[in-house]
């Protein structure tokens, strides 16, 4: 080699594939990561970096990237996928998405991890932390709004929050409700398929996980008491929930930057029925800077919208869970 020519070091990069993921990860591992992430973001310890979300034009596709920092954790690097609406069709999931880990010291490429079964994990460890941290202990009747493929991880991560005695469920495609009553029974709780408005009136702790682009929860057909995790919108225009629903409420989230653009709360944003200030991140609780719940008349509604850094710190789990049991595969890059 040249003198002064820079040396070439081995960079062993770490490859979880999509397979490996289900036999690594725990819902617990999930929830342990994302809770950690969301108290990391709160202590100004984690940012994440502004989303890219595109239509590309193509196979109806949304394609884009989520990507952020976490200095404690030195969780440093982006997920990059998005929604294939066809793909079902192909015996495929119509969410795809593979996450990227860099050193942080370095900027080197450090692992290539599936990123699929991460994201329906992640996201319900989301709600699950909402649920932890802010519905009342005595909550009985879990509802669920959608039953398409996320449903299943909301309901099994909800359920080991609380007691719950009964699932009460709802879809827009009454045909898809069997995915919600097999993972109830799996779940050893009784499954009952309700209209919305039933919905609201018996639920405790409301999960709403649907691509819906219009208001379907009411605001007054949550009963006092509730707490309600809208974790289905994450894109400018969809909804779920009446935006007078979120006035009503004590308003919790992952980050509010993507709250009141892309989460659920950018329509009561828009039509000022709140403001950006009644906003609290669930960072703050988990870290006990804010009370969370106060009284069980408080209807809690937790948004979330979804960051990059639940998805880097799921990801940097199972690396370590890989390589700890050595099943991990290595190649120099
Ligand atoms: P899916 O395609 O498997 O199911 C879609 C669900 O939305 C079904 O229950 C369907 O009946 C319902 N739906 C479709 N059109 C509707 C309408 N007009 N009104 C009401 N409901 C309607 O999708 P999925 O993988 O279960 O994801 C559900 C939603 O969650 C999507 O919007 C997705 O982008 C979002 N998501 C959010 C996060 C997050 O971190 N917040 C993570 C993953 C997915």
């Known amino acids: 080699m040249a003198d002064g020519a820079p040396k070439l070091e081995a960079n062993l990069v770490t490859i979880v594939p999509e397979a490996e993921i289900a036999g690594l990860m725990t819902p617990q591992d999930a929830y342990d990561a994302v809770e950690a992430t969301f108290a990391a973001m709160n202590s100004g310890a984690a940012y994440n970096f502004p989303v ?10 949304l394609y884009g990237f989520k990507s952020g920092f976490d200095k404690d954790g030195l969780s440093l690097g982006l997920k990059s996928g998005g929604y294939w609406p066809g793909n079902e069709n192909r015996g495929l999931t119509n ?27 992640r996201t319900a460890a989301a709600s699950a932390v909402s649920i932890n941290h802010l519905a009342r202990k005595d909550a009985k009747v879990l509802g669920m709004i ?69 208001a379907g929860l009411m605001a007054d057909w949550a009963k006092p008491g ?40 950018q329509h009561a944003i828009a039509s000022g029925l709140i403001n950006e200030t009644d906003i609290t991140e669930i960072g703050a609780v988990i870290n006990g800077a804010h009370p969370g719940r106060q009284n069980d008349q408080e209807i809690t509604l937790f948004d979330g919208t979804g960051v990059g850094l639940q998805d880097l710190a799921v990801a940097s789990k199972v690396v370590e869970l890989a390589l700890e049991r050595g099943v991990a595969t290595q190649v120099n890059f």
């Open 52 to 61: 890219i979300r595109e239509a590309i034009g193509h196979a109806d596709a």
């Open 95 to 121: 969410h795809q998405s593979t996450v990227v880990l860099f050193d942080a010291d370095t900027g080197r490429v450090k692992a290539l991890v599936g990123g699929n079964l991460l994201t329906a994990l």
């Open 146 to 214: 959608g039953a398409g493929h996320q449903s299943a991880f909301q309901m099994r991560a909800a359920a080991t929050q609380r007691d719950f005695e009964k699932v009460v469920g709802w879809n827009f495609h009454p045909e898809m409700i069997g995915r919600l009553e097999e993972t109830a029974r799996d779940l050893g709780l009784p499954f009952e398929q309700v209209s919305l408005e039933e919905l609201g009136a018996q639920s405790d702790v409301i999960i709403s996980i649907t691509s819906s682009h219009q």
């Open 226 to 265: 509730t707490h309600i995790a809208c974790m289905g919108t994450d894109t400018k225009g969809k909804q779920e929930v009446d935006p007078a629903l979120l006035a009503k409420a004590t308003v919790f989230t992952d980050e509010i930057a993507q709250s009141i653009t892309i989460g659920e709360a």
